[in-house]
């Protein structure tokens, strides 16, 4: 019987199709703002520079058993002092290159680059 024969290919095809179609949902969904974590480690943001999209969400968070802040110097943003496994986020809704300090430790310093890809 050929259209029992067909059956399958037709059928195959079909979800091939949407695999095809959810895989790009997927791809959309990842292209949403999106979050870049940074480290607050030994005294040091690592990596001490980022390059962000505009919509980025950063999060930083303190590995340390010292409190630390993540302070912008324009004072775009601000934390409160961070215990270890403390966290803060920040998103950079805007474009420019955002310098920061931990007010307690101001030999700590970082960049966050905030550009459109
Ligand atoms: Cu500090």
Do not use: Q
């Not at 940074?38 to 520079?49: L, W």
């Amino acid at each position: 019987m050929t259209s029992r024969a067909l059956l399958p290919t037709t059928f195959s095809s079909a979800v091939a199709a949407a695999m095809v179609a959810a895989a790009f949902a997927i791809g959309a969904a990842a292209a949403e703002p999106r979050t870049v974590t940074v480290d607050i480690t030994k005294f040091a943001f690592a990596p001490k520079e980022v390059t962000v999209a505009p919509g980025t969400k950063v999060v930083w968070t303190n590995h340390d058993d010292t409190p630390h802040t993540v302070a912008a110097n324009d004072k775009a943003f601000a934390s409160k002092g961070l215990d270890t496994d403390d966290r803060f986020e920040f998103t950079f809704a805007r474009e420019g290159d955002f310098a920061y300090i931990c007010t307690v430790h101001p030999f700590m310093t970082g960049v966050v680059h905030v550009k459109k890809p």
